[in-house]
C-alpha cells in the first residue's frame, strides 16, 4: 500500500491532471477515500469531488467496501488501444516455445488473480494448455509466486494466507529472479516463471513455461531458467 504521495506529469490543465492522479492511484490498489488523500496529496474535498464525478462516468466504480476500483469505461475506452505487452509476446512467446518444446503463458496479476493474457502452445504432444483469459488463483504455480513476490505488502499478506508457500519463498523468488513449481496448481505439472518489467523496472507480468513433470522433470528451473530469463529481458526490452 503506498505510504506517501506519488508526483504524476503536469499538463498544465489543473483539473485534468489531477483527475488523473487520483485514477493512477486507485489503479495501484483500490482505496478509500482517506488513502487516496495520502495517494495524491490531494485535499479531501477535492479527491472526494473527483473520484465521484470519475464513477459517474463509470472510470471509476465504489464497491460495497466503499473502496474505489477502476471503472468499466477504462476497459471500453482500453479497447481501441494496442497493448505494448502482448505485441511483444507476439514475437518473443514462439521463440521461447520453440527452444524449449513446452507450453509458455504470460500473466498479469489483477488483484489477488492471475489472468493469462497470452500463450504460445506447441504443434503436437502433451501440452498444459490454459486459455487466454483465464483467471488462476495466486495461492500456488511459479507463476503466482513471481507475482505475489514483487507485490505490495498488502496483497502479499493476503495470499500467503491460503498460500502453498510462504514469506521466504518469495524471499528466494526476488533473490534469484524467477520462480519453479511442481504439482502446486495441478497435479502432474510442472512450471518456471520469470519476472518481466517495464521500463522503469516495475513488475508487468510472469513469463511461464509449463508442461508434463516426466517430461520436464521436478527442477524444471535448472532446466529453463536461462531460456526464460532471456525471453523476460526481450519483452522488457519492447516496452
Same mark, same amino acid.
Given at each position: ?8 506529469? @503536469? ?5 485534468? /491532471?489531477?483527475?488523473?492522479? $487520483?485514477?493512477? #492511484?486507485? =489503479?495501484?490498489? +483500490?482505496? &478509500? *477515500? ?68 513446452? @507450453? ?5 496479476? /489483477?488483484?489477488?488473480?492471475? $489472468?493469462?493474457? #497470452?500463450? =504460445?502452445?506447441? +504443434?503436437? &504432444? *502433451? ?113
Amino acid at each position: 500500500m503506498a505510504t506517501g504521495t506519488a508526483s504524476y506529469p @503536469s499538463s498544465g490543465i489543473g483539473v485534468l /491532471d489531477k483527475a488523473v492522479a $487520483v485514477l493512477q #492511484a486507485v =489503479a495501484t490498489e +483500490p482505496c &478509500g *477515500l482517506a488513502e487516496l488523500c495520502v495517494r495524491t496529496g490531494l485535499p479531501r474535498a477535492t479527491a472526494h469531488r473527483l473520484a465521484v464525478g470519475l464513477e459517474v462516468h463509470r472510470l471509476l466504480r465504489r464497491a460495497p467496501d466503499g473502496r474505489w476500483r477502476p471503472g468499466t469505461a477504462l476497459a471500453e475506452l482500453a479497447g481501441g488501444a494496442t497493448d505494448p505487452l502482448l505485441d511483444a509476446a507476439s514475437s518473443v512467446l514462439p521463440k521461447l516455445r520453440d527452444i524449449t518444446g513446452e @507450453s509458455v503463458q504470460l500473466y498479469r496479476r /489483477d488483484g489477488v488473480q492471475r $489472468v493469462c493474457v #497470452a500463450t =504460445a502452445e506447441p +504443434p503436437s &504432444g *502433451l501440452r498444459d494448455t490454459v486459455p487466454i483469459g483465464a483467471r488462476l488463483p495466486m495461492t500456488a504455480g511459479s507463476g503466482a509466486k513471481v507475482l505475489a513476490a514483487w507485490a505490495d505488502s498488502h496483497t502479499q499478506r493476503t495470499l500467503l494466507a491460503d498460500a502453498v508457500f510462504g514469506e521466504r519463498t518469495l524471499l528466494e523468488v526476488r533473490r534469484r529472479g524467477w520462480a519453479q513449481s511442481v504439482a502446486e496448481r495441478e497435479p502432474g505439472v510442472a512450471s518456471v516463471s520469470a519476472p518481466v518489467r517495464d521500463s522503469s523496472g516495475g513488475i508487468v507480468a510472469a513469463v511461464s513455461v509449463s508442461g508434463p513433470i516426466e517430461r520436464i522433470g521436478r527442477k524444471p528451473g535448472v532446466r529453463w531458467a536461462a531460456d526464460l530469463l532471456s525471453a523476460a529481458e526481450a519483452l522488457t526490452d519492447r516496452l
